[in-house]
């Protein structure tokens, strides 16, 4: 048996959220068994607890979907042997034990830590896939990346900079202003006092953004339209706002724009190599110095629930990781 969280009912995390014990998961034949040591956390947690994420599982379940650690168990198709160091995307990670399919599965790079390769996962391969696939970022083209302090924020700024881009950024709070220049935006907007589509126009001198990053939806995504440049590029990436925004396809016509969608997790099923090959780049990255996970804090695995307020309140910046549960547990 090992020690879980479990969400028993859809409902607000504090009010669902409890430790309970489970049988160990299956290692199927190209999967591992892996010794959670760290959990990266995600505002997608959160939609999915309450059942408003647009994957939903059986009840009850396991939260958490991505984690590194140890291999303590290999299927006979499954590239890893025990002991190896890994990190991996996949389903009910808040727990001691978790399974890790081969897909999205890979080795921790030398000199990485548990805590920084669970940090290390979703929001720089939705980054990287978004920018560099998605939306064919160019070195010297102006990139706004919105809510720039937040997880997948703070990796699109650093991997909108590693692609050659200059970078500016919008947050909430001062605060959060240092988090987005820290990862490297020329630019850093707290949209509370400034209209950024009025600091993007002067910045490029009246052409607007050749590419805006969206994880907020809403107000912002409309507002986004109106500073976007000639041939310009809006990656939706998702409604941190709680709004689904739409747009009139004349302003997609006149202004010669593209209105891009990215989902990482449909990848997996429909092209697991363009994965693969963002984790080389990711990793060359990362061993080279240009990109860093920028991480808020690590709390005790018992924690989770105070972990998750920090995301749902705007109080974290960069990202949010969860001890594994202590040995013997
Ligand atoms: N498409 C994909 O494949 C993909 C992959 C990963 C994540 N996502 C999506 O990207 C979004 C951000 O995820 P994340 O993990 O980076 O979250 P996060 O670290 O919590 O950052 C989200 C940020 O959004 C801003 N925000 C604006 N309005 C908000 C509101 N009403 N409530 C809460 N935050 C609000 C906040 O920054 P300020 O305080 O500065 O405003 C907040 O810090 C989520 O919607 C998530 O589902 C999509």
């Known amino acids: 048996m090992m020690l879980a969280w479990q ?56 939260p958490g979907i991505e984690a590194a650690g140890r291999v303590v168990e290999s299927g006979p198709e499954s590239p890893f042997a025990i002991g190896d160091k890994v990190m991996t995307i996949g389903n009910a990670a808040c727990a001691e034990y ?57 990796a699109a700024i650093q991997v909108g900079r590693a692609l050659g881009a200059r970078v500016a950024a919008t947050a909430g709070s001062d605060k959060k202003l240092d988090t987005c220049r820290r990862a490297g935006a020329e630019l850093a907007i707290n949209y509370r006092k400034t209209n950024f589509c009025q600091s993007i126009r002067e910045i490029t001198d009246g052409r607007g953004a050749d590419v805006i990053f969206d994880p907020v939806g809403g107000d912002v995504f409309e507002e986004s339209t109106k500073c976007t440049a000639f041939e310009g590029r809006i990656i939706t990436i998702g409604y941190a706002s709680g709004q689904i925004p739409s747009i009139a396809l004349n302003r997609i016509l006149l202004k010669n724009m593209d209105v891009i969608g990215l989902f990482w997790g449909n990848y997996r099923q429909y092209a697991p190599q363009r994965i693969r090959q963002t984790q080389a780049q990711l990793n060359h990255l990362w061993r080279t110095g240009k990109i860093k996970p920028v991480i808020f804090h690590q709390f005790a695995f018992e924690d989770l629930p105070e972990a998750l307020a920090a995301l749902a309140g705007r109080q974290s910046f960069g990202k949010v990781v969860l001890k594994g549960p202590p040995a013997n547990s």
Do not use: C
């Open 7 to 62: 969400i028993p009912q859809y409902g607000k995390f504090e009010e669902v959220l409890n430790l309970a014990s489970f049988g160990l998961p299956d290692a199927t034949s190209n999967s591992a068994l892996i010794r959670v040591e760290a959990v990266g956390l995600n505002f997608l947690d959160i939609l999915a607890i309450a059942g408003k994420y647009q994957e939903k599982g059986p009840l009850p379940f396991i």
């Open 98 to 154: 978790m399974a890790a399919g081969s897909k999205t599965t890979f080795f921790i790079p030398g000199g990485m830590s548990y805590e920084e390769a669970a940090a290390f996962q979703l929001i720089y391969q939705t980054a990287h896939v978004a920018l560099a696939h998605r939306a064919m970022l160019k070195a010297d083209e102006w990139l706004l990346v919105h809510a720039g302090a937040g997880g997948v924020g703070t």
